[in-house]
């Protein structure tokens, strides 16, 4: 078995010289989600998928002329392994000396290569999500004026419920931050949080997801545990985003939902 401290994160690497798939660093999901409560052998208790945006592709055409591009990689939920970022970057910065056919042929090459690792079908796409503002109606939790002293570790103590009514609501906060588990780099985040059943406390969710600020552990992985923690509180419906800031070229935005809800409207932030 694979773990994130065997990856090159947190490790000097030379830059690829060629095409190298084996770059590539798969994590198992399962030890995290068991951590949460998640039985192996069970249907997994929510849909979803972990968008990629990638900045820094390039690779050369048949006839040797550099190409410079960007992609949008989609890795569903139920694949039995996430793909490490730093593995990801040193992947697709092999392919920049290597000749393709055609754009084609390298979307390919990249879609087989991730799929390979992910164990499932990956989506590649040229192009990137547009800028824009959170779709429709949003409850802004950061204008919230509320007393925080609880950093860590994640508290699902925070999590209340206000009253009984049944709401559909959005609530958003761009105060999501947590530590790579392997460098203790920082990685920020802007949260969205579709909601269907009885009222949340909006300062408890606050006090909440704070209370990841100084936890250690990979985006895919804080978005589960956020939508488990919040799923205990029994909504009708429920919908995960989180949105990272870009790293070497890169961003990670994870999103987990109730079986059944269909994926938000993709777009990216201005942090990203």
Known sequence: MTSPHDSSLGRSVAYPARYDPSLLFAIPRAPARASLGVATDAALPFTGIDRWHAYELGWLDARGKPVVATATLSVPADSPNLVESKSLKLYLNSLNNTRHDSAGAVRERIASDLGAVAGTTVDVAFGL???NHEPGPVTDLDRLEVDIDDYGPPNPAHLAIADAGHVREALVSALLKSNCPVTGQPDWASVRIDWHGPRLDPAGLLRYLVSYRE??????????????????LGPLALSVEARYTRRGGLDINPWRATPGLAQPPVHRELRQ
């Open 129 to 131: 999500p547009a800028f």
């Open 215 to 232: 936890h250690a552990g990979f985006h895919e992985q804080c978005v589960e545990a956020i939508f488990l923690d919040l799923q205990r």
